[in-house]
C-alpha cells in the first residue's frame, strides 16, 4: 500500500440530540445518549491531535451541536489549535448572544439546513415547528457578518420546490446554497420508499438549477450534489475510504466516514482508547478498504478505480448486504438491478402524502 496522506477535514458530531426528527436524518438510526458524549475537554484534546495530524477544517455538527452548552468552549479550541471551524445547524436555538460568542471564539462560517421554503411543507419534513426560527437564525448570521450557507437535502417533497428553494436563499442572504439530493443512510435509508423521487421529477429539478444558475453568478454559488440511485455512476464516496476525512461520533469513535457506523464487525477505535494518529495511520477499520487489495471484479479491472474507488462501501452494505462489493449505483456493478428497480418504481409511486418514520422513533 502507498504512503498514507494526512487528513484535511474533520467532521465533528457533537451531539446526536436534535429538535427536528428529520425523516430524511443520514444520523445512524441508533443514537448516543447525551451522557455518553466526549467532554469539553476530550473534544479540545481531539482538536489538538487532528491538527497535528493535518487537519485544517472542521465541520461542527450533530444532530444539534446549539444543545451542547460548551459550545463556545469547543469552538474556542478547534481555533486554538488552528483548525477553521463552521457550524453545521437546524438554527433552533441560536440567538443573537450565542452568536457572538462563537463568534469571538473564532467560529469562521455557519450552514443552516432548510426542507422547504414553505414553511408547512418545511415543519412536516422536519417533524417540528422550526421555519420561524430557521429565518430568524439567518437574518442573525447575515447581521453578524459570519458567511452564511444553507443546505437543502432534496428528495421527493422538496424537488418540485428548487425555484422557491433557491429564491429563499436569496431572500435570506446566502452566499451559497447546497441542494444535495438525499443520500440513503440512517434515518433516509429507512425512509427510502418515501423519500427516493423517479427520473423525471430528478430531470426537472435539475434543469430548473442549470436554467436558474447564470443569473446567479457573483450573488449566489449554487451547488447540485448529484442523486446516487439516478445517474449510474458511483461517486467517489468521501475521496475514497480512509483518504481525506475522518469522523468523530459524540461517543468518541471515529470512523471514516458519517455512514460508517452502520457497517457490522468495523469495531470503530475510540479517541477515548487510541491516538487520532494510530486511528488514521494503523486502525484495522481505516485500513479496510484503503487501495485497492480489497477490490473484486468488475472494480478491480475497471479503469475508473481510480476516480471512484470502488463506490461507496456504505452504499453497497446497505443494498447488497455485503461492503465488499462494488457499489450497486454503478451501471458496471452486476447488481446495478436493484436500484434500478427502485428508481422505476419511485417513478410510478402514488402522489399520496408521505408516511414518514421520524428520526427517534424506534430507535
Not at 237 to 253: I, N, Q
Request: net charge neutral; hydrophobic share 40%.
Amino acid at each position: 500500500m502507498t504512503e498514507i496522506a494526512p487528513p484535511w477535514a474533520l467532521l465533528a458530531e457533537l451531539s446526536h440530540g436534535c429538535p427536528l426528527r428529520c425523516a430524511y436524518c443520514s444520523n445512524p438510526t441508533e443514537l448516543v445518549g447525551r451522557s455518553d458524549e466526549l467532554t469539553t475537554a476530550e473534544w479540545a484534546g481531539t482538536f489538538t491531535q487532528a491538527a497535528a495530524l493535518g487537519v485544517v477544517q472542521s465541520h461542527l455538527s450533530g444532530g444539534e451541536p446549539l444543545l451542547r452548552r460548551d459550545l463556545t468552549e469547543i469552538v474556542a479550541a478547534a481555533d486554538g489549535a488552528g483548525i477553521h471551524t463552521q457550524l453545521v445547524t437546524s438554527g433552533v436555538g441560536l440567538s443573537e448572544r450565542r452568536l457572538a460568542a462563537l463568534a469571538g471564539a473564532g467560529l469562521r462560517s455557519v450552514q443552516l439546513s432548510v426542507q422547504h421554503a414553505d414553511p408547512g411543507a418545511s415543519e412536516r419534513i422536519a417533524g417540528a415547528r422550526s421555519f420561524a426560527a430557521k429565518e430568524r437564525a439567518a437574518r442573525l448570521v447575515r447581521e453578524s457578518g459570519l458567511p452564511l450557507g444553507l443546505n437543502a437535502v432534496l428528495h421527493r417533497a422538496n424537488l418540485d420546490a428548487v425555484d422557491a428553494l433557491i429564491d429563499l436563499g436569496l431572500a435570506w442572504g446566502a452566499q451559497r446554497l447546497e441542494l444535495a439530493n438525499a443520500q440513503f443512510y440512517g434515518w433516509a435509508l429507512r425512509n427510502r420508499d418515501a423519500l427516493l423521487p423517479g427520473r423525471p421529477q430528478l430531470a426537472r429539478a435539475r434543469d430548473r438549477v442549470e436554467r436558474r444558475r447564470p443569473a446567479l453568478a457573483g450573488r449566489m454559488e449554487l451547488l447540485w450534489v448529484v442523486p446516487d440511485y439516478a445517474d449510474g455512476r458511483a461517486k467517489p464516496c468521501m475521496g475514497g475510504w480512509g483518504a481525506v476525512s475522518l469522523t468523530v461520533a459524540p461517543d468518541g469513535r471515529v470512523h471514516p466516514c458519517p455512514a460508517a457506523a452502520a457497517l457490522p464487525g468495523l469495531d470503530a477505535p475510540s479517541v477515548r482508547d487510541h491516538s487520532l494518529e494510530w486511528i488514521w495511520h494503523d486502525s484495522p477499520s481505516f485500513n479496510l478498504y484503503r487501495g485497492e487489495e480489497w477490490m473484486r471484479d468488475p472494480c478491480r479491472g475497471c479503469e475508473l478505480r481510480t476516480r471512484d474507488f470502488g463506490g461507496c462501501r456504505c452504499q453497497a452494505y446497505a443494498l447488497t448486504g455485503d461492503a465488499t462489493r462494488t457499489d450497486p449505483v454503478c451501471s458496471r456493478s452486476p447488481d446495478h438491478g436493484l436500484v434500478r428497480d427502485l428508481v422505476d418504481r419511485a417513478a410510478t409511486a402514488p402522489a399520496a402524502p408521505p408516511a414518514y418514520t421520524y428520526r427517534g422513533e424506534g430507535s
